[in-house]
């Protein structure tokens, strides 16, 4: 089967960087994607990550190693605004298509 | 442009009844894809359906079923309601059916059962 773990919880301050890690094992790889969730919304795509290295996207950067089954999410100058949800995703083997197997989240808190 | 529209918003059911969730894509997209959220834990797969044909399936019982429609909405129907399919249940759409494509997420139906 597949499974990703990230750690559950993740607090900082406003301007901050903060990261979260994400591990995964699957039985086939086809990338890593990121999401962001607020309390009562519907999640955000944020990137994907097919390739080993750093993608970068205004604040966020997101980074795959595909030998250590490994990859991360870097949020720079935390704004209250960024205290969500976040998930990582992999594709589901087997699967055609978009179809996703998500993390448990991690939660982010940003305070003043 | 509208995003992922879900409907309804909000219900209520009782154990053993039956239930229709609907949703429509992006105007343009053809891939829709359903997952459950259950509160604290990420999004699970359920159903992806591309060109109006099922292209993946997710473990889930047999009372869930869908369908896509020529217009590419689609729905989901779960029969004989149990409490434990009380979830946030989310629909999302994409261009295709590719695995690079991004998927973009309605706000969900949040299905209460008692």
């Known amino acids: 089967g597949q499974s990703l773990e990230q750690p559950s919880e993740v607090t900082a301050v406003e301007g901050a960087i903060v990261q979260i890690n994400c591990t995964y094992q699957?039985?086939?790889?086809?990338?890593l994607s990121w999401y962001q969730q607020h309390d009562g919304g519907a999640p955000t795509f944020l990137s994907y990550?097919?390739?080993?290295g750093l993608e970068e996207t205004g604040r966020f950067s997101s980074f795959l190693s595909r030998s250590d089954s490994y990859g991360y999410l870097l949020l720079q100058e935390l704004q209250m605004k960024d205290s969500a949800s976040y998930f990582c995703?992999?594709?589901?083997?087997?699967?055609?298509?978009?179809?996703?197997?998500f993390g448990k989240g991690t939660t982010l808190s940003v305070s003043s | 442009d509208a995003g992922v529209t879900q409907s309804p918003t909000h219900l209520i059911k009782t154990r053993g009844q039956q239930v229709t969730l609907r949703c429509s894509p992006i105007?343009?997209?053809?891939?829709v894809s359903w997952y459950q959220q259950v509160l604290g834990q990420g999004p699970q797969f359920i159903f992806q359906?591309?060109?109006?044909?099922?292209?993946g399936r997710g473990n889930f019982p047999d009372r869930f079923s869908a369908r896509q429609f020529p217009n590419y909405s689609s729905e989901l129907n779960v029969n004989a309601l149990l409490l434990g399919d009380s979830a946030l249940y989310l629909c999302?759409?994409?261009?295709?059916?590719?695995?690079?494509?991004?998927?973009?997420f309605g706000d969900g139906t949040r299905l209460s059962i008692l």
């Open positions: 359906y591309y060109e109006k044909e099922e292209r």
């Open positions: 105007s343009g997209h053809k891939s």
């Open positions: 699957t039985s086939g790889f086809y990338g």
């Open positions: 990550n097919a390739l080993d």
């Open positions: 995703a992999v594709r589901e083997s087997g699967q055609a298509g978009t179809a996703l197997i």
């Open positions: 999302a759409s994409s261009l295709v059916g590719g695995e690079d494509q991004p998927q973009h």
